[in-house]
């Protein structure tokens, strides 16, 4: 019963009733580094899909076609602003807030590059990645024509008793091998890092 | 040291493009080879000479000793029966070929348990069949029955069938179809174009059903047979009679099922319906690495491939007679002498119940499930590795392997000659 009494006390004081009611705060408007969902500019899509490779949101971008034109198309219920597609896409077809300029200014942009891993204790070494790969067979025919391998320049050969990757960055990323795997040994990654001046131009 | 074009000495793949990096007498690294060559190449703890069952234990023994043994025990028999033969060398199953007749024994090999019922049916209505390198170079559909390559042959999709270029097909890889018919799911089916899950059993009914497709039969074909919908198998038939060059491969998912070697007469009939509509050959994916060599030799030799029964002074040939799991169960034979298998791991209970009982010696170079049977062990070359030797790949091309390292093993052909020749002696020959 005190302590009712206490609490009506305290809030009924006038000094506390001005304060809660007369508060001034600061008006609300949109500051500066606030990133909206990404809006389309006049730049044309080439339809590489770096924007939706790298959306960490499940259907929040799609690449589709408007009377023969290309362009990313985002849900926003989907999207959570982010903006790495904004970021990731090379000709700069997205902006949003001040990524675009943040990104010209620091000479920053995204590098991805393709990994390829192999679970040792599923794979049966059959070879089906390496006869498969389109890559493989351009350099060395022998190994496409009898799963034999004779050259070093192949993304991956069975060497050593395993699957030996020797030029991840040959992959161009087709995944042919995965489909190709019985074992669903080998898997392929899309690798995404962040690079800074000359590394970025390049 | 690296040994380049090493031969395989696992499955009837018998891939002869292994490079071997050997340090001493050890392998180090095997490159191109599969899971199973690799383990094998690489493979340890062998015994390090022969034993002798001495109550419950183990006595070393010399060669010498173990060849008098074995010599012995098959001269004082009654009825031998000479078993294995698929894990070695040519030269050695010519030499175990005159130690049968010699003694009058049975000489059986793994195919009575394996491709027995294959062979039945090509003695019955021939074979349809070609080398791997047709297959490689021409096919543009493969079907593997009962067998998955995955797991007993891993590179034969990768070196021969699916994934090889071929010199007759622009995009061989684009081009080639898979099926796999299996009772289930498996690793070859996950990249096979069509899967065809048939119900245990189901083999020859599915076969009978095909023929009648590819004869213009539809309309006489159930809604499902045995678990395959009409659909699917108007579909296979399609895709066979469409295919330019096709090849059956058949495991013993095939054989070893109910109907045994009716499932295969039916399939290699299949195969002739087929080729009138355009070319289809059919293979067994022979397991060991010779047991087509086996057969061969026997063949050859005694007019036989399998169970021959010299008895009667001649060869005699009757399969579920002469053959080695007959043999055990009915317990007639009173020494058995294994060359190259493991009979303890695979044979049924009733045949090991009477193994036990009798003496065993046993040609291997590792311990395995048979040593617990026998009476004496002699550890041999492994051919392939330590020994050369010819043997015959799947599709019958012989290759000559090669040694990759000496180990101061005897080789089985060593082995056997030095008790071939006692047992001469004993004879007085």
Known sequence: MRSIIYYVREFLRPEWLKTFFFARTAPLETPSYFKGYPARTEKECTRCLSCMMICPAPGAIAVLRKKDQWGPEIYPGHCIRCGLCVEACPEGVLSSGRILDVTRRDGTAFWSWYHLQVDDSLCMRCGNCCVSCPVNREIDPQLGATGTSSSDEVIMRIEGGRVTILHEEKCTGCKTCEINCPNRAIRVARMVEGVQGEEAEA | ?429
């Not at chain 2, 049977?373 to 051919?383: E, K, L, R, S, Y």
């Open chain 2, 1 to 429: 040291m690296i040994v380049k074009d090493a031969v395989c000495p696992f499955c009837g793949c018998l891939c002869d493009d292994i490079e071997v990096e050997v340090d001493g007498d050890r392998v180090v690294a095997v490159t191109n080879a599969c899971e199973l060559g690799t383990k094998k190449f690489m493979g340890e703890k062998r015994l390090k000479n022969p034993i002798l069952r001495d109550g419950d234990a183990w006595k070393d023994i010399t060669y010498d000793e173990a060849a008098r043994y074995a010599a012995g025990m098959l001269l004082s028999a009654e009825r031998p029966l000479l078993y294995g033969w698929s894990g070695t060398h040519g030269e050695a199953q010519c030499v175990g070929v005159h130690m049968a007749e010699l003694v009058r024994g049975v000489i059986d090999n793994t195919s009575s348990v394996c491709h027995g019922p294959s062979i039945l049916a090509i003695q019955e209505v021939g074979h349809p069949g070609c080398t791997l390198g047709v297959v490689k170079n021409r096919a543009d559909l493969v079907i593997y029955w009962g067998s998955n390559p995955i797991d007993a042959h891993p590179r034969h999709l990768s070196r021969y069938t699916r994934y090889a270029e071929g010199f007759f097909l622009d995009n061989a890889f684009r081009d080639r179809k898979v099926i796999v018919v299996d009772v289930r799911k498996t690793e070859t089916a996950n990249i096979a174009d069509e899967f065809v899950q048939i119900k245990p059993g189901g083999d020859y009914a599915v076969l009978s059903a095909l023929r009648a497709i590819v004869r213009g039969k539809t309309e006489t074909i159930p809604r499902t047979v045995a678990g395959v919908t009409r659909e699917q198998l108007v579909r296979v038939a399609n895709l066979c009679k469409g295919a330019k060059f096709g090849a059956v491969y058949f495991g013993l998912g095939l054989t070893m099922t109910r109907g045994k070697y009716k499932n295969i007469r039916n399939a290699i009939e299949l195969v002739s319906e087929l080729s009138r509509h355009t070319k289809f050959t059919i293979s067994a994916m022979r397991g060991h690495y010779n047991v087509y060599g086996s057969n061969e030799v026997n063949t050859w030799m005694t007019g036989y491939p399998f169970g021959i029964d010299f008895s009667r002074g001649i060869a005699f040939y009757n399969p579920g007679e002469t053959t080695a799991v007959d043999i055990l169960a009915r317990k007639e034979c009173d020494a058995a002498l294994i060359v190259g298998s493991d009979p303890a791991a695979h044979f049924p209970r009733k045949c090991l119940e009477h193994l036990a009982e009798i003496p065993v010696v046993q040609l291997d170079p590792y311990p395995n499930a048979t040593t617990a049977f026998c009476n004496v062990q002699i550890p041999v070359a492994v051919t392939g590795i330590d020994a050369v030797g010819t043997a015959y790949r799947m599709d019958g091309v012989p290759i000559r392997t090669r040694q990759v390292l000496s180990s101061g093993y005897p080789s089985d052909r060593e082995v056997l000659l030095k008790m071939y020749t006692l047992m001469q002696e004993g004879k007085g020959q």
